[in-house]
């Protein structure tokens, strides 16, 4: 049976609140660089095409993806942003130390969005191996990055009302 691989970034766009009068920062691991500046790649765009003006993308790095967590917050409390995206890539190795940073990064990402008024969007690939990244960070699978941007805006535009 021939396996159907599917762009899952595929969105309508008429779908998506204008983004014009919004500011987004995005935090991005520099772990994985290949696969995250991917991801970077398809979430800036994407602010771009829904009206997102290039001055109003703030983009910080940070070590690695259990740094996003402080990033992000650090990004909240210094910035004058709406949302922010946290992208990062964790890979399985073969210790348990990819448990503790995907367990570590989305627990805080979630205390970020549980204690605070301006919303957080989970993009980490939490990936068997790097062909998954690849495959979810422009390639066969789409972009997460795109899914994440659309998730921000979208979350934005929630929290406006």
Not at 17 to 37: H, L, Y
Request: glycine share 10%; hydrophobic share 40%.
């Amino acid at each position: 049976m021939a396996t159907i691989h599917k762009n899952l970034s595929t969105y309508d766009k008429n779908t998506i609140p204008n983004a014009k009068d919004f500011r987004f920062g995005i935090v991005v691991s520099e772990w994985n660089e290949n696969i995250t500046q991917g991801l970077l790649k398809g979430a800036k765009e994407t602010l771009l095409e829904n009206g997102v003006e290039e001055d109003n993308i703030v983009v910080w790095d940070v070590p690695g993806t259990f740094e996003l967590t402080f990033g992000s917050k650090h990004m909240l409390q210094t910035q004058d942003v709406d949302a922010v995206i946290a992208i990062g890539s964790v890979i399985q190795g073969e210790t348990k130390h990819f448990d503790f940073v995907c367990s570590g990064a989305a627990q805080g990402i979630k205390d970020l969005n549980v204690h605070g008024d301006v919303p957080v969007i989970f993009c980490v690939l939490t990936d068997n191996n790097m062909q998954q990244a690849i495959d979810r960070s422009g390639g066969k699978h789409g972009n997460k990055g795109t899914e994440a941007a659309v998730a921000a805006i979208k979350m934005a535009t929630l929290s406006k009302y």
